[in-house]
């Protein structure tokens, strides 16, 4: 199973960037990755999702235009580059993969069975 470890969390002021990195260990062909996160007293949300054999991508309504998924092949890491960032942005940011040879990435957590530590991401107004 593959292992991951995100990175690049932080504080930041709305308006500002950050780029979060997923680093997986192991094979990640026909996967989906994707980026959850979850806020104090929320359920998690995915955010950004891709398949790394199909070009396919998804993004939750809150985040499309602002965020965008990217795969980088030769370090293996799937990153999560954040521009005009909100305070509802805060939260912490997982890293998630599900082997899945016909493309399509589900948008729910449930389905997903390989989990990082998470990255804490904090926007103040």
């Known amino acids: 199973q593959v292992r991951l470890v995100e990175s690049g969390g932080g504080s930041v002021q709305a308006g500002g960037s950050l780029r979060l990195s997923c680093a997986a260990s192991?094979?990640?062909?026909?996967?989906?990755l994707g980026w959850f996160r979850q806020a104090p007293g929320k359920g998690r949300e995915g955010v950004a999702i891709?398949?790394?054999?199909?070009?396919?991508?998804y993004y939750a309504d809150s985040v499309k235009g602002r965020f965008t998924i990217t795969r980088d092949r030769v370090k293996n890491t799937v990153d999560l580059r954040m521009n005009s960032l909100k305070p509802d942005d805060t939260a912490m940011y997982y890293c998630?993969?599900?082997?899945?040879?016909?493309?399509?990435?589900?948008?729910?957590?449930?389905?997903?069975?390989?989990w990082g530590q998470g990255t804490q991401v904090t926007v103040s107004s």
């Open positions: 891709m398949h790394t054999s199909i070009s396919s991508t």
């Open positions: 998630a993969a599900l082997f899945r040879y016909d493309g399509s990435c589900p948008q729910g957590e449930a389905a997903y069975n390989a």
């Open positions: 192991g094979s990640i062909y026909s996967t989906c």
